[in-house]
């Protein structure tokens, strides 16, 4: 199970850190993405980190202001956004690919979490 959370309001130009915490499993081996979801878009990719944190990547939109992380002792990935837009808005979504790759397309993830929704406010 992935469970998001750290999701809120905030103002454009504001930051947000959002957390994912495995539970029933241990994800410290598996590849850990973010994707997000606005209403009436399609599931897109945001970030992604290798098992190790030692390889990251990331969207062109949000290269500069968005950094993820993750910390394998607490089993638990990170999403630091700063600088944020009101077209960042959407449901934000963590989940874990079982494969090596760091890969961008959402179809390669195994696991996913519920979601935790980002509101930027202009």
């Known amino acids: 199970q992935l469970q998001a959370s750290g999701g809120g309001l905030v103002q454009a130009g504001g930051s947000l850190r959002l957390s994912c915490a495995g539970s029933g499993r241990t994800f410290s081996s598996y590849v850990m993405g973010w994707f997000r979801q606005a209403p009436g878009k399609e599931r897109e990719f945001v970030a992604a980190i290798s098992w190790s944190g030692g390889s990251t990547r990331y969207a062109d939109s949000v290269k500069g202001r968005f950094t993820v992380s993750r910390d394998n002792a607490k089993d638990t990935v990170y999403l630091q956004m700063n600088s944020l837009k009101p077209e960042d808005t959407a449901v934000y979504y963590c989940?874990?690919?079982?494969?090596?790759?760091?890969?961008?397309?959402?179809?390669?993830?195994?696991?996913w979490g519920q979601g935790t929704l980002v509101t930027v406010s202009s």
């Open positions: 989940a874990a690919d079982v494969a090596r790759a760091v890969r961008t397309y959402h179809t390669a993830y195994d696991y």
